[in-house]
């Protein structure tokens, strides 16, 4: 956001609102900033016991509010922390007939990335129902018109909600829970231990006598290892957190601009470019803890325009309504 897929036409915002008086739009407004609440967290002074609690109290309400329906609730189940714990608290406030739902793939059976036997352990343990919908390479390939079609956006994910959904429909599912947007508020992700890291290494390393080239030729050298050209930018844009972030979860480096935009749209782009500049007008001013900062950003760029983006078009595809608890303004402020 702003930007979206058609000419002319911008996103309002997250949190905004605006009028439209007599054909004209008015300008947008705020009227809630999730960036608030990350900003204000390390100014609390508070005992874990009591955020304990407190997070406690706030997780079991957010979830007993999601399971308000007049037909049955289901959960996308996963191997992760986070879908099982919704299950969890979905049976202890009392959801009956509950039944999760995984995706597998032959293609990972009997390794780590497969979710299903995890899954099945967890299902078994609570006491629920379990259906394991296993996608072949011909189904796959059968879909992707469908999928494609479906995205209001491009995007590189959302392929395992769509199917996700997709088994929820046909076991006549018309309400699933997501524990989505868990590993942004309880730092699930490497990156909230290995960018502190890196950007205090980084610190270390400024007043060090030809620093910066060393950190241009290791940028260099992983950029050959993983074939992504983005880390040559490495001594560039590891000069704070938003910047390491964008390192991390940017897509293609600025140079791939030219063979995918043309000449003169790239140039234009890449004339206003400034990673830290792009992250600070999507995310604002971060926390100086650079774990909280690691927070807000990935909840207003990453969660807000690519994980809840694409659970919206792939779980409405298959005339599903995806609930997702862990994404609450309430529960954010505990």
């Avoid at 909600?161 to 590993?183: H, P």
Wanted: aromatic letters at 8%.
């Amino acid at each position: 956001e702003p930007h979206t897929w058609f000419r002319d036409i911008r996103a309002l915002p997250a949190g905004h609102c605006a009028w439209i008086e007599q054909g004209r739009l008015g300008p947008a407004r705020c009227w809630y900033d999730i960036g608030d609440a990350w900003r204000r967290a390390d100014q609390r002074d508070a005992a874990v016991e009591d955020v304990a609690q407190r997070v406690q109290a706030a997780l079991r309400e957010s979830v007993a509010r999601h399971l308000v329906a007049d037909v049955p609730v289901g959960v996308f189940l996963s191997g992760g922390i986070d879908s099982g714990a919704m299950v969890g608290l979905m049976v202890e406030a009392g959801a009956r007939e509950l039944e999760g739902v995984t995706i597998a793939y032959d293609e990972f059976a009997g390794r780590h990335d497969d979710e299903a036997p995890v899954a099945a352990k967890l299902a078994a343990h609570y006491g629920i129902g379990h259906t394991v919908r296993r996608v072949t390479r011909d189904e796959f390939l059968g879909d992707v018109p469908r999928i494609l079609d479906a995205m209001d956006q491009p995007s590189i994910d959302g392929v395992n909600t769509w199917y996700a959904s997709k088994a929820a429909a046909e076991r006549g599912l018309k309400a699933v829970v997501s524990g989505v947007g868990g590993d942004e508020l309880f730092q699930g992700y490497p990156d909230f231990r290995t960018l502190p890291r890196l950007l205090s290494l980084r610190c270390w390393l400024r007043p060090v006598p030809g620093a910066a080239s060393l950190l241009a030729a290791a940028g260099r050298v992983q950029a050959r290892r993983s074939g992504n050209r983005r880390w040559r930018h490495l001594a560039e844009w590891s000069g704070n957190i938003e910047g390491l972030w964008w390192l991390r979860r940017s897509v293609c480096p600025p140079d791939d601009l030219v063979e995918l935009m043309g000449p003169e749209p790239a140039h234009e782009a890449l004339a206003a470019f400034d990673a830290t500049v792009w992250v600070r007008e999507m995310a604002g001013p971060v926390p100086e803890d650079s774990k909280l900062a690691i927070g807000q950003i990935d909840s207003m760029i990453f969660l807000r325009n690519r994980l809840l983006r694409d659970s919206d078009w792939a779980s409405m595809d298959h005339s599903v309504e995806l609930r997702t608890p862990l994404v609450d303004a309430y529960l954010l402020g505990q």
